[in-house]
Nanobody, 124 residues
C-alpha cells in the first residue's frame, strides 16, 4: 500500500526557513519521481518542485527557484523540501506526491498518489 506522509509545516516569519519531509512507504524512491505541490486558500493546487528517481535531477517552478531545494534520502525513502527566504505568498498546504514515472516531465499531470498535506503559514 502506497503511503506518503508529510511533516515539518508550521508558522514562520517572512524571511524564515522550514524543511518539509515526505516519508514514503509501499514503494521505492528509486523507481518513481516525487513532486511537491501546494494549495493556497481559494486557489488551485500547483506544482512547486520535482525530483527524478534515476539521477536525482531536480526541477523548480519559477516562483520558488533559488529559494527552495528538493532532495531525497533513498536509505530513508524520504524526500525533503528546504524552503528559505519564505514569503507570505508561500502560505499554503503543501503536498508531496508520487509521480507515475521516473522523471519530472509534465509531473503536475502525472500524479499517482498524494500525501495528506502539511500547513505552512508565513506571517509576522
Amino acid at each position: 500500500q502506497v503511503q506518503l506522509v508529510e511533516s515539518g509545516g508550521g508558522l514562520v516569519q517572512p524571511g524564515g526557513s522550514l524543511r518539509l519531509s515526505c516519508a514514503a512507504s509501499g514503494f521505492s524512491l528509486g523507481y518513481f519521481a516525487i513532486g511537491w505541490f501546494r494549495q493556497a486558500p481559494g486557489q488551485e493546487r500547483e506544482g512547486v518542485s520535482c525530483i527524478r528517481s534515476n539521477d536525482g535531477g531536480t526541477y523548480y517552478e519559477d516562483s520558488v527557484k533559488d529559494r527552495f531545494t528538493i532532495s531525497r534520502d533513498n536509505a530513508k525513502n524520504t524526500v525533503y523540501l528546504q524552503m528559505n527566504s519564505l514569503k507570505p505568498e508561500d502560505t499554503a498546504v503543501y503536498y508531496c506526491a508520487q509521480i507515475t514515472r521516473n522523471n519530472c516531465i509534465n509531473y503536475v499531470t502525472r500524479v499517482g498518489h498524494w500525501g495528506q498535506g502539511t500547513q505552512v503559514i508565513v506571517s509576522s
